[in-house]
T-cell receptor, first 117, second 113 residues
């Protein structure tokens, strides 16, 4: 079946460097994507989202890039800080099969980001 | 503004028992989603409730059920617990608008022994 996956399960970066976390998706009909951050013992926290009519969106220290041609999503974190250490999930929008017009998110397995002080 | 709250934070049950997990969405949010996060795995969609109705369910057996109350809070029930049901159960809410992000609680850690 269609799924969302991640290229790298773990990523270690030096404090102050930029981080890039990649994600591949296979459902060409997906039109909405979200990045979440999950710290130990907590639920996923919304970071940034992007709709399929965009190829780039910026937030505070984060940028999401969407390449629909190769079905690839990436999250860039500028000047990575120790507080950025967490597991990062990408998620894609999938239409609910019941036809109610809303969505359910399909999540990848996550990338663990470790920041080296 | 209070976020999504879940209770209890931890729950220990024995195989064959029933578990009840509770969720209060963000004020104004009408849709509630339940996800299971087993150790080392991603989030697996369980159930979606909106305006008191079950709108969709994931690929889980019928012993996973729930409901949504008139105040939009929700309950997840797991009957006949099995060891592999041990996981973090996450609740999320949205205002029900298409393409709005889910906001998650911190989950209930269910351990089945």
């Amino acid at each position: 079946g269609e799924s969302v996956g991640l290229h790298l399960p773990t990523l270690s970066v030096q404090e102050g460097d930029n981080s890039i976390i990649n994600c591949a998706y296979s459902n060409s009909a997906s039109d909405y994507f979200i990045w979440y951050k999950q710290e130990s013992g907590k639920g996923p926290q919304f970071i940034i989202d992007i709709r399929s009519n965009m190829d780039k969106r910026q937030g505070q220290r984060v940028t999401v890039l969407l390449n629909k041609t190769v079905k690839h999503l990436s999250l860039q974190i500028a000047a990575t800080q120790p507080g950025d250490s967490a597991v990062y999930f990408c998620a894609e929008n999938t239409f609910a099969s019941s036809g109610a017009g809303s969505y359910q998110l399909t999540f990848g397995k996550g990338t663990k980001l470790s920041v080296i002080p | 503004e209070a976020g999504v709250t879940q209770s209890p934070t931890h729950l220990i049950k024995t195989r064959g028992q029933q578990a009840t997990l509770r969720c209060s969405p963000i004020s104004g949010h009408t849709s509630v989603y339940w996800y299971q996060q087993a150790l080392g795995l991603g989030l697996q969609f369980l159930l979606w409730y909106d305006e008191g109705e079950e709108r969709n369910r994931g690929n889980f057996p019928p012993r996973f059920s729930g409901r949504q109350f008139p105040n939009y809070s929700s309950e997840l029930n797991v009957n006949a617990l099995e060891l592999e049901d041990s996981a973090l159960y996450l609740c999320a809410s949205t205002p029900g608008q298409y393409n709005s992000p889910l906001h998650f609680g911190n989950g209930t850690r269910l351990t089945v022994t």
